[in-house]
């Protein structure tokens, strides 16, 4: 497809490029704000192109196409582990990466939430620390991605039209007196603009959007740096380890085609963009004599603090239709219990977001393992159902990390990670909290019934190469650059020092064009 | 415990074909075992899918005792009163279809429904529904038990009749449901405009 054409490629041996590992919304976005710059880029991605055209309105289908099922392990006490214990995480391989999958829910961070470990304290076994960062460093930045990205109720843009299941959200929260109840800020058109069309309302907004109406850097950044000539997209292309010389600077990659063969790009600079679990992976299979412990990871962070956030889901059934899968999956948004109060029994807050699934995976997440009368009586309401998110910040914590496992290996040859995850007590008492809360909701909406439904494979990955001001207590500063590796940079959700109580994708662009801009600067000054 | 990735596995080479074969023609190919039935429901959403109201399910690795024992389990692991056999022998198609690809499977499956009867005392299907419930229920956790579970999770809930019979629309919302009831619920007030959007102009 032409769109999606090299209109320039470069040689392997050229080391005058940029190489981005991963091509979704923190790797995409940077490869397009590089290649605007006029800087050369080459965009590796793992996962095949598969365009609008090709997305599937079927969930299992869908998800065979989309979802990254390169085996993985996981451990710890969390109950994904048990349920799905080769899938920690519901991300994508394909180009566009998880950008693809997101549901369009495009918050701000809040001002405390940069600022974790000074607003929440010293918590017992978390690892939190504030953000190298500010909300006042970071608006100029917002507001640049919300334009990109058309966030409605932004720049004047209108909000969605509400459909079924905000309607039965919206009643509810009314009733229990929540205020902030509106069809959301969603990267989602709520008109014709930036030469894609508005959202018709398909309800398969997990399974890629064929209107193109859902921002995704597959529709925007990654075309858009193909025309300029100052990118090269390739897909199918596996990073295995990140190379380096005698004086510690990165050089190049080496991945492995889409034949399986072993090919090396040379580099100027490295910038890490594979997910949370494949970018701490990645930099722990570049260890080296130099590295011993694996690259970037002087202070032994990398892999830990993963966050996935403080996820659940509530259900309700209702004594007449809803039709929940009809329409925009997520634009539905409480956000009266997303600030800081410790006086509900824990820090941080949450949102709650309207969700629907297909009947496919109503019945493989509604409750995993679930089965008999309980389970069949509540499928038999499909029709009646409605459905809530919930999403919150969850603690960081040095053992919630990714690993690499000590003998399994994938087709490459490259150990498989492992990812342990343990709730914090904090994020029981504020799953707990949003549960009641969740279920407040539907029960004054005139719920017969209310479902807790536990956390899905995380869909919201974070903080296995974090943020720090200081070096010893993370992987990269505050514009990504890797503390111990100048021409190294971490550009996904992996930065984040704290999870935040905000769907992740909008500031993973944020950090994005504000790092697009630092590398640039650094280029110029020949630094790097 | 799902295993999604084994399920997909599965699912890529054995539930394409979402619809059961409901005609005679597939009395008339292969040579494993058939499961027969009758539509119970001679009008409803399901017998509007159905070409006609007898349906067979030829089997080819597993007997049709085997093949209707699994049936009926899956019916105590997913009871649905009004929902026809013929969805639930989409599952023990899936069944078969691994036990044909797996030896380690089929034996599995046989030697599970073997050991069911002679708990049962002969025959599991002809003791009464709560007796058979019991022996469902003390298998939980078993490999038998977690293979039907984990297939009937997914092959139950994942073709057309079970979505007429939910009430899902699957691909037929394709299009989109901007004029086809993305906002149809009338039984709660209308939204007011600061909590909604406009419909978006086609023409704009």
């Known amino acids: 497809m032409a769109r999606y054409d090299n209109k320039k490629t470069f040689a392997h ?281 694996g690259l970037a990871n002087g202070s032994g962070q990398v892999g830990r603090n993963y966050m996935s956030h403080m996820t659940a889901s509530v259900y309700g059934i209702f004594e007449k239709p809803v039709h929940m899968y009809r329409g925009t999956t997520m634009a539905g948004i409480i956000s009266d219990e997303a600030g800081h109060d410790p006086s509900r029994g824990f820090a941080g807050g949450y949102h709650f977001e309207t969700i629907s699934l297909g009947l496919p995976f109503t019945a493989a997440f509604l409750n995993p393992s679930g089965w008999g009368k309980d389970f069949a009586s509540a499928m038999d309401q499909y029709a009646n159902m409605a459905g809530m998110w919930i999403v919150g910040e969850d603690m960081p914590q040095a053992d919630n990390r990714v690993t690499l496992h000590p003998t399994e290996r994938d087709k490459h040859g490259l150990p498989i990670p492992n990812v342990s995850y343990s709730d914090h007590p904090n994020d029981k008492a504020m799953r707990e909290h949003a549960f009641k809360q969740g279920e407040a909701i539907y029960n004054a909406a005139g719920a017969t019934r209310v479902i807790r439904t536990p956390p899905y494979p995380s869909t919201h990955n974070m903080g296995t190469c974090r943020m720090s001001a200081k070096p010893e207590d993370g992987v990269c500063n505050k514009h990504g650059q890797s503390h111990e590796i100048p021409n190294l940079f971490i550009s996904d959700g992996s930065q984040y020092t704290t999870s935040a109580a905000e769907n992740p994708t909008l500031t993973i662009v944020t950090l994005a064009i504000r790092q697009s801009e630092y590398i640039a600067d650094q280029m110029k000054r020949g630094a790097i | 415990m799902i295993n999604l990735l084994g399920l997909l596995q599965m699912r890529g080479n054995k539930m394409t074909d979402k619809k059961l074969p409901l005609s005679r023609r597939s009395f008339l190919k292969g040579s494993g075992s058939v499961i027969v039935g009758t539509l119970a429901m001679t009008s409803g959403s399901i017998a509007l899918l159905a070409p006609s109201r007898s349906w067979a399910l030829e089997l080819n690795s597993l007997n049709d005792h085997t093949g209707k024992t699994l049936l009926q389990f899956c019916r105590h692991l997913y009871p649905h009163a009004d929902l026809e056999d013929a969805v639930y022998a989409l599952v023990v198609k899936d069944l078969d279809a691994s036990a044909a690809d797996d030896p380690d499977i089929r034996m599995l499956l046989q030697s599970g429904v073997q050991d069911l009867d002679s708990a049962a005392g002969g025959d599991w299907l002809s003791i009464g529904d709560d007796a058979q419930f019991l022996y469902v229920d003390s298998l939980q956790g078993t490999p038998f038990f977690e293979k039907l579970r984990g297939t009937a999770v997914v092959s139950l809930y994942n073709n057309d009749m079970a979505f007429a019979h939910f009430g899902y629309e699957g691909k037929k919302g394709n299009a989109g449901y901007l004029h086809r009831g993305f906002d149809d619920l009338t039984w709660l007030p209308d939204l007011p405009d600061k909590a909604s959007g406009p419909m978006p102009d086609a023409s704009a």
């Open chain 1, 13 to 293: 041996d050229d080391d005058s490029v940029v190489v981005i590992v991963g091509s979704g919304a923190g790797g995409g976005t940077l490869a397009n704000e590089l290649a605007q710059k006029g800087i050369d880029v080459v965009l590796l991605e793992a996962g095949a192109l598969h365009t609008s055209k090709d997305f599937l309105p079927d969930e299992w289908a869908s998800f065979s196409q989309l979802a990254w099922l390169d085996k993985r392990t996981t451990s710890g006490d969390w109950r994904v582990a048990k349920d799905f214990p080769n899938l920690p995480t519901w991300i994508c391989k394909t180009v566009g990466g998880t950008s693809v999958h997101w549901a369009g829910a495009s918050l701000r961070f809040q001002d405390h939430e940069f600022k974790a470990k000074s607003t929440y304290g010293n918590l017992p076994g978390t690892n939190l620390l504030d953000w190298p960062i500010t909300l006042d460093e970071m608006v100029p930045y917002y507001d640049k991605a919300e334009k990109k990205m058309g966030v409605t109720r932004t720049n004047d843009l209108p909000g969605l039209p509400g459909n079924n299941n905000f309607k039965v959200m919206y009643e509810g929260a009314t009733k229990v007196g929540y205020k902030e109840c509106h069809t959301g800020r969603m990267s989602i058109n709520s008109v014709t603009r930036d030469d894609r069309s508005y959202c018709h309302q398909r309800g398969f907004c997990f399974q890629g959007c064929t209107y193109e109406a859902k921002w995704s850097t597959l529709f925007t950044e990654i075309p858009r740096a193909l025309e300029t000539g100052h990118a090269e997209l390739r897909p199918e292309s596996h990073v295995a380890r990140i190379e380096h010389d005698a004086k510690g600077k990165v050089t190049g990659v080496v991945y492995f085609d889409k034949a399986g063969n072993e090919q090396r790009q040379k580099a100027r600079a490295v910038a890490v963009a594979g997910n949370t679990i494949e970018s701490p992976r990645l930099l722990l299979n570049s260890e080296s004599s130099s590295f011993p412990d």
